[in-house]
């Protein structure tokens, strides 16, 4: 291995843990968009350290334990120089398809089993995956706050919470980071939440905030998803997805003039949004790292902030965020 590269650093909320200002999203090493298999997965979760970009993101239904097992290989005799987060609460169902579960003796079983294949003592960042209607909110982050006790988690994390579901679990323990989608092409619910964030003094980590590659210009039809699970979502069907190409052109248009590639134009824009909020764009390509890592270096004037972001107001893109069903899941 290397020396790590230091990144420019961003602070996750107003009494939380400094990490670097772009990190990983790990989901793309679990197959989700195309095969990836271990010796890949290794390969690149090593060269994000080496890079610096050492917030690594994980779940436990990534490859339903796949991705955390593969996390804790890549990180062993290296766990002080990562910042480590990973999620519980979506289940898999008998019946088929997935659930969720945050009752307060699954959030202790759930904590147990993503330790063991993380192979670490103490997890970082701990994030409830999916708010769960059916369990109060206090609970679940009762159940949570244990786990800060018992020194099994540093800080607790949120993700797709609606700003109610956070002020009540922030009441219970302070949440340190809600992360959810944010992108130039989704902005209404993760600013509807972050106006809530920020009066709390709570962090935001951005995920799929290249509008799964939409924004990076490298898709041009439909079939360049028809292998994954993006053929399921609405925004990448038919009309949807030509709509949202026809907004992606902007982006390739205003890149071109900055000297940047698309991807790092938004994720600069994404940057100039807060220093209070942490993109972790996913990949599962050492070139892709790179070039999204490009970003910090690319600098928007407040006229080009400006700019984009009335290119792409509230409710711009074409289609829902996930399929009909998934989206009760999200923002509750």
Same mark, same amino acid.
């Given at each position: 291995?290397?020396?790590?590269?230091?990144?420019?650093?961003?602070?996750?909320?107003?009494?939380?843990? @400094?990490?670097?200002?772009?990190?990983? =999203?790990?989901?793309?090493?679990?197959?989700?968009?195309?095969?990836?298999? @271990?010796?890949?997965?290794?390969?690149?979760?090593?060269?994000?350290?080496?890079?610096?970009?050492?917030?690594?993101?994980?779940?436990?239904?990534? &490859?339903? =334990? %796949?991705?955390?097992?593969?996390?804790?290989?890549?990180? !062993?005799?290296? /766990?002080?120089?990562?910042?480590?987060?990973?999620?519980? &609460?979506?289940?898999?169902? @008998?019946?088929?398809?997935?659930?969720?579960?945050?009752?307060?003796?699954?959030?202790?079983?759930?904590?147990?089993?993503?330790?063991?294949?993380?192979?670490?003592?103490?997890?970082?960042?701990?994030?409830?995956?999916?708010?769960?209607?059916?369990?109060?909110?206090?609970?679940?982050?009762?159940?949570?706050?244990?786990? *800060? +006790?018992?020194?099994? *988690?540093?800080?607790? =994390?949120?993700? +797709?919470?609606?700003?109610?579901?956070?002020? /009540?679990?922030?009441?219970?323990?302070?949440?340190?980071?809600?992360?959810?989608?944010?992108?130039?092409?989704?902005?209404?619910?993760?600013?509807? !939440?972050? @106006?809530?964030?920020?009066?709390?003094?709570?962090?935001?980590?951005?995920?799929?905030?290249?509008?799964?590659?939409?924004?990076?210009?490298?898709?041009?039809?439909?079939?360049?998803?028809?292998?994954?699970?993006?053929?399921?979502?609405? /925004?990448?069907?038919? +009309?949807?997805?030509? /709509?949202?190409?026809?907004? *992606?052109?902007?982006?390739?248009?205003?890149?071109?003039?900055? =000297?940047?590639?698309? !991807? %790092?134009?938004?994720?600069?824009?994404?940057?100039?949004? $807060?220093?209070?909020?942490?993109?972790?764009?996913?990949?599962?390509?050492?070139?892709?790292?790179?070039?999204?890592? $490009?970003?910090?270096?690319?600098?928007?004037?407040?006229?080009?902030?400006?700019?984009?972001?009335?290119?792409?107001?509230?409710?711009?893109? !074409?289609?829902?965020?996930?399929?009909?069903? %998934?989206?009760?899941?999200?923002? *509750?």
């Amino acid at each position: 291995m290397t020396a790590t590269t230091s990144l420019p650093r961003r602070k996750l909320g107003k009494n939380g843990p @400094e990490v670097s200002a772009v990190g990983t =999203g790990l989901m793309s090493l679990s197959g989700i968009y195309g095969a990836s298999d @271990e010796a890949n997965g290794l390969d690149f979760i090593h060269h994000a350290i080496e890079r610096g970009a050492t917030f690594l993101d994980s779940a436990d239904m990534y &490859g339903w =334990g %796949q991705n955390e097992t593969l996390v804790g290989k890549a990180i !062993a005799g290296q /766990r002080d120089k990562v910042f480590l987060a990973t999620k519980f &609460g979506q289940i898999r169902l @008998e019946s088929g398809g997935n659930g969720v579960d945050g009752r307060p003796e699954y959030v202790m079983q759930a904590c147990e089993a993503s330790l063991k294949r993380l192979n670490v003592d103490v997890i970082d960042l701990y994030f409830q995956h999916r708010v769960d209607t059916n369990v109060p909110i206090e609970e679940t982050v009762g159940a949570m706050a244990k786990l *800060v +006790e018992q020194g099994k *988690v540093r800080y607790l =994390g949120l993700s +797709e919470a609606s700003p109610d579901s956070i002020r /009540r679990a922030h009441k219970t323990h302070p949440i340190t980071a809600v992360e959810s989608e944010y992108s130039l092409m989704y902005r209404k619910d993760a600013e509807e !939440a972050l @106006e809530t964030m920020r009066a709390l003094g709570i962090g935001f980590v951005a995920y799929s905030p290249l509008g799964r590659s939409f924004l990076t210009g490298t898709l041009r039809s439909v079939e360049d998803v028809a292998k994954d699970r993006r053929s399921d979502h609405p /925004r990448f069907k038919g +009309e949807n997805f030509e /709509r949202n190409l026809s907004l *992606v052109n902007i982006v390739e248009t205003m890149a071109k003039a900055k =000297g940047c590639t698309p !991807a %790092q134009l938004a994720l600069a824009w994404l940057l100039a949004q $807060g220093d209070d909020i942490v993109p972790i764009p996913g990949t599962k390509r050492k070139e892709r790292l790179d070039e999204n890592l $490009g970003a910090l270096d690319v600098t928007l004037s407040a006229a080009e902030v400006k700019q984009l972001t009335d290119a792409f107001p509230q409710g711009a893109a !074409a289609g829902l965020r996930y399929p009909e069903g %998934q989206m009760k899941t999200i923002h *509750v």
